[in-house]
């Protein structure tokens, strides 16, 4: 059996909270979703994703709760009763022994933890969830507590391409967000950065500790193939997960 191939955040997080995030190394999935494919809504043969939840879990030592995402801003507090599917792109927890998940594969996951290590949270950051706070959402579960981030892998600014529409969201609600765009050779497209806007918005929202993902190539979905899925690469693709949560 091959072992799981799981990022680690390297960040200043408390001595109860554990954090990590799949790649595509450790599990069964065959063709597209070669191998450790955690999405159960993409077509994959479902014991094979069965089995791979199955390695993720062991891995984790605790339950991951898994979402149905929808690019929305829709929060869930998880409990014991909590059960996966559960509509949502963003979720947060105060218990031991459940994983807040979010699966991407070209969206920017997001985990949080307070100083104290009394909650943790994580949340689904594609470009539309961003622009309509997903993030504020999930930071408004911790109450006010100093809180830290760390950014996981997503498709990154050298391949990010959108169109005018996706700068002007932004432009909209801070037009120094401008600063995260450049112009291709193609009219009116642009590349985006996304880890750059998710800690524009992080840090106006009062974060000051943001770790992980800088924009650099080594997190980019896209350009990284055998590390990673990626949507807009492969058009059919499995999907990472990155889970945060108390032991």
């Known amino acids: ?141 911790f109450g006010g507590d100093p809180v830290m981030a760390w950014l996981g892998p997503c498709i990154g600014p050298k391949a990010f391409e959108v169109g005018a529409e996706v700068k002007a969201v932004f432009e909209s609600d801070d037009p120094a967000s401008a600063a995260c765009f450049r112009p291709t050779t193609a009219e009116d497209k642009w590349l985006a950065d996304l880890p750059a806007l998710a800690r524009r918005r992080l840090t106006i929202a009062g974060v000051d500790a943001v770790h992980g993902n800088d924009g650099g190539d080594v997190w980019c979905t896209l350009g990284n193939p055998l590390r990673f899925f990626s949507h807009r690469r492969d058009g059919v693709s499995g999907r990472l997960a990155a889970s945060i949560w108390k032991t």
């Open 1 to 141: 059996m091959q072992n799981l191939d799981l990022l680690r955040p390297d960040w200043p997080a408390p001595a109860g909270v554990r954090a990590v995030c799949s790649t595509r190394t450790g599990g069964v999935s065959q063709g597209r979703y070669e191998s450790l494919n955690l999405g159960d809504h993409v077509g994959d043969d479902a014991s094979a994703v069965a089995e791979n939840r199955r390695r993720y879990e062991a891995a984790l030592g605790v339950r991951p709760v898994f979402l149905q995402q929808v690019h929305g801003v829709e929060v869930r507090r998880l409990d014991v009763g909590s059960v996966d599917g559960d509509t949502a792109d963003g979720c947060a927890t105060a218990q031991a022994g459940l994983a807040c998940t979010i699966m991407v594969a070209d969206c920017l996951p997001v985990l949080f933890c307070d100083a104290e290590g009394r909650q943790v949270a994580a949340a689904h950051a594609g470009w539309r969830g961003l622009a309509a706070g997903v993030l504020e959402k999930t930071l408004a579960t």
